[in-house]
């Protein structure tokens, strides 16, 4: 049974249009994340929310809209794609990440590749 | 923000040797872990270590806090090491991992 799912896996899209990536976590954790991994392997942080609410947001373009329906979800839309947002996008949950003092272990999903054409 | 660097950048092993890859930071951190990108992209939790030894068949990690850093020991190297190892560190102030830039390994058969 898959801790941290995301979908698709695969994106190929053209400049200009708007895609959604899906993740969902069945660990229990109250904090979930958004990476974007660039060409040189480099990860980032784009977003975190715990329990629903927007902790982390690390100027990254407000064509990126993350959404948190539930502790369990969270779903990253990007607007007007541009060739710049090519990348690996990863989901991750952990215990704790809200600046409190303690931050659990992180699981990763499996990367959704995005290519704009 | 906290910094994290990661040695060697790359390394080429023939299979059977044994390595240690370095992880360094800057501030202090409530959470440490090695990962392992695979050749297929996935990232693969390796140890869990704030502080001190953990051992998991031939992968060892030893993090000493006080003086920042954490070391990953890979012995007897297999092809199938073969990959980007990555230390993410998360502060005692901060609200996220961060990851270094990782280790990029091949393993020659």
């Known amino acids: 049974d898959t801790a941290v799912s995301q979908t698709p896996k695969y994106l190929v899209t053209q400049m200009g249009n708007d895609k959604s990536i899906k993740c969902e976590q069945n660990?229990?954790?109250?904090?979930m994340y958004w990476y974007k991994q660039d060409s040189k392997k480099f990860l980032k942080i784009m977003f975190s929310?715990?329990?629903?609410?927007?902790?982390i947001n690390e100027t990254v373009p407000n064509r990126f809209s993350p959404k948190s329906p539930d502790k369990a979800h969270l779903n990253l839309h990007i607007n007007s794609l541009e060739l710049g947002d090519s990348a690996v996008y990863f989901c991750?949950?952990?215990?704790?990440?809200?600046?409190?003092?303690?931050?659990?272990?992180?699981?990763f999903g499996e990367g959704s590749r995005l290519t704009v054409l | 923000g906290i910094q994290v660097e990661q040695s060697p950048p790359d390394l080429i092993l023939q299979e059977g040797a044994n390595s240690t890859l370095r992880c360094n930071f800057s501030d202090s951190v409530n959470n440490l872990q090695w990962f392992h990108q695979n050749p297929w992209g996935q990232l693969i939790n390796l140890f869990y270590i704030p502080s001190g030894t953990k051992q998991n068949g031939r992968l060892s990690a030893t993090t000493v806090a006080t003086e920042r850093y954490s070391l990953l020991y890979i012995s007897s190297s297999q092809t199938t090491d073969s990959g980007v190892y990555f230390c993410?560190?998360?502060?005692?102030?901060?609200?996220?991992?961060?990851f270094g830039p990782g280790t990029r390994l091949s393993v020659l058969p």
């Open positions: 660990l229990g954790h109250d904090t």
């Open positions: 991750a949950s952990s215990q704790g990440g809200n600046g409190g003092g303690y931050t659990g272990e992180l699981f």
């Open positions: 929310y715990n329990n629903k609410e927007l902790i």
């Open positions: 993410a560190v998360a502060s005692n102030y901060g609200q996220n991992f961060v």
